[in-house]
Nanobody, 115 residues
Framework: QVQLVESGGDLVQAGGSLRLSCAASGFTFRSSSMGWYRQAPGKERELVARISSSGTSTIYADSVKGRFTISRDNAKNTVYLQMNNLKPEDTAMYYC????????WGPGTQVTVSS
């Protein structure tokens, strides 16, 4: 069955960096566009970044452009999110999923940015 396991979240100070990882299994990862999403308390889940199956095309939410970078390693079935210059408003639970054919959500990884 499909498994999406996120990791790398932590408590960091504003201006700090984190690298999130998402290990995927149970579907053809190398053929799938993948997305990173986040959900803050009391808010709806939102798309943070998306990467094409080959890794050559990416899109970002305006709020993270220039600070976050999405990448992938198809040999490892893993998608990454490098987050730099973190802000308190980036505090949320972060999830990955197949962008076009969303599966059940994984447990997520908590990112907390203190001011």
């Amino acid at each position: 069955q499909v498994q999406l396991v996120e990791s790398g979240g932590d408590l960091v100070q504003a201006g700090g960096s984190l690298r999130l990882s998402c290990a995927a299994s149970g579907f053809t990862f190398r053929s799938s566009s993948m997305g990173w999403y986040r959900q803050a308390p009391g808010k709806e889940r939102e798309l943070v970044a998306r990467i094409s199956s080959s890794g050559t095309s990416t899109i970002y939410a305006d709020s993270v452009k220039g600070r976050f970078t999405i990448s992938r390693d198809n040999a490892k079935n893993t998608v990454y999110l490098q987050m730099n210059n973190l802000k308190p408003e980036d505090t949320a639970m972060y999830y990955c999923n197949n962008y076009y054919d969303q599966y059940s959500w994984g447990p997520g990884t908590q990112v907390t940015v203190s001011s």
